[in-house]
């Protein structure tokens, strides 16, 4: 498995970001007419690359090329009428461009980037982070890294890499909802993250784009991993979840969210805790089974009595059968159903008999 972290190269000097600064420039614009060439004829030939008169070395435009071709294929793969394929604004560079290295000073690490000026490496030094010193000392660092730049800063992003842990054999089954006053609610019953409310509240009073609202998405998004990681993810074998964090979104629950953290919570980041959750699973070697979101919290547990009016706000109570819980237990142990079932339904086409049985059932 592999995972991606963003680290500040704040401490480049003027000179060096200038220098990077002329060398985005430059690779942006070769990538660019390589995306040209490639869009009006479909391939780019060796002679177009070795004469084309520009400031990067042949080995830069070895890269370029490599990325030009990248951005083509997934631009031919989800072509959308009237755009052609363009740079996406992150530099892809290998092991001859970008070196890290582990720093002997304050400084945690160090990168060497080659710039326009052949054999004059600029060196940035960049601090690591809590969340990124576990992956520095346990996971293996890709070569490479891409360099990005957003709202005048630069950014190293690196790539670690860890073995995939095999799936478990063994271990339980729970449902998971989603919610807006408790982060998240499991099948057992149990709440997680009962302060998000609270955190989103004191985002909400800041004012936009401030040190203390910056501080405060910090603090949610310190608080949305930390939460995840109270998952009882050693017991569980498999973990049953909606599929929301794909781009459906016209499904009745992605509108309900929506509708509700508009009013409140502006800066919800539901598809991180979504990739949190997924991340956490895998490293766990948890199975995520992704079940579709329609009615998981209007339908009764009880009955199967499906009706808008079955939940009002926190409290679940069907129409039909008078049955009443917390909405959120209520959904998610719906949504545990429909991932047994869908087990079973695999289990059955492959003729597999070792499908979890609902722990209320
Ligand atoms: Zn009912």
């Known amino acids: 498995m592999k995972r991606s972290l963003k680290f500040s190269l704040k401490f480049a000097n003027i000179e060096k970001q200038k220098s990077l600064g002329k060398l985005f420039i430059e690779y942006r614009k070769i990538v660019n007419l390589f995306l040209l060439e490639l869009f009006s004829k479909n391939n780019l030939s060796e002679n177009y690359l070795k004469s084309l008169d520009c400031q990067l070395s042949y080995r830069y435009k070895q890269c370029a090329k490599r990325q030009a071709s990248k951005i083509f294929k997934s631009w ?21 461009f970008i070196e890290v290295q582990k720093g002997k000073n304050s400084f945690d690490y160090w990168v060497k980037i080659a710039t326009l000026d052949k054999g004059k490496p600029i060196i940035v030094p960049f601090r690591s982070y809590n969340y990124a010193n576990d992956y520095f000392t346990k996971w293996k660092l890709d ?34 909802d989603i919610g807006v006053k408790k982060l998240i609610v499991d099948s057992n019953g149990k709440e997680y993250g009962k302060d998000i409310e609270k955190l989103m509240d004191k985002i909400q009073r800041k004012q936009q784009n401030s040190k203390a609202f910056k501080r405060a998405l910090k603090e949610r998004d310190y608080y949305i991993n930390k939460t995840v990681k109270e998952l009882p993810l050693k017991e569980t074998k498999t973990i049953v979840m909606e599929n929301i964090g794909d781009i459906k979104r016209n499904t009745k629950k992605e509108k309900r969210l929506r509708k509700e953290f ?32 329609a009615y998981t919290s209007q339908t009764c547990l009880k009955c199967g009595f499906v009706h808008k009016l079955n939940r009002n706000g926190e409290i679940f109570e069907c129409r039909n059968c008078g049955y009443a819980a917390d909405a959120d237990w209520n959904a998610s142990l719906n949504i545990l159903n429909l991932g047994i079932a ?12 070792n499908v979890d049985k609902c722990p209320l059932n």
């Not at 869908?342 to 008999?353: H, L, R």
């Open 342 to 353: 869908q087990q079973a339904m695999v289990a059955g086409s492959m003729k597999i008999n």
């Open 143 to 176: 070569k490479g890294g891409r360099l990005v730049k957003n709202a005048n800063s630069w950014f190293l992003i690196l790539t670690f890499e860890k073995e995939t842990l095999a799936k478990k054999e063994t271990g339980k089954i729970i449902g998971i």
């Open 262 to 293: 508009r009013s409140k919570f502006q800066r919800w980041t539901y598809p991180k805790l979504m990739c949190r959750i997924r991340q956490l699973a895998e490293a766990n070697g948890v199975h995520c089974l992704l079940i579709s979101p």
């Open 76 to 96: 031919c793969r989800n072509k959308k009428k009237g755009e052609k394929p363009i740079f996406d604004g992150s530099m892809i560079l290998d092991e001859r």
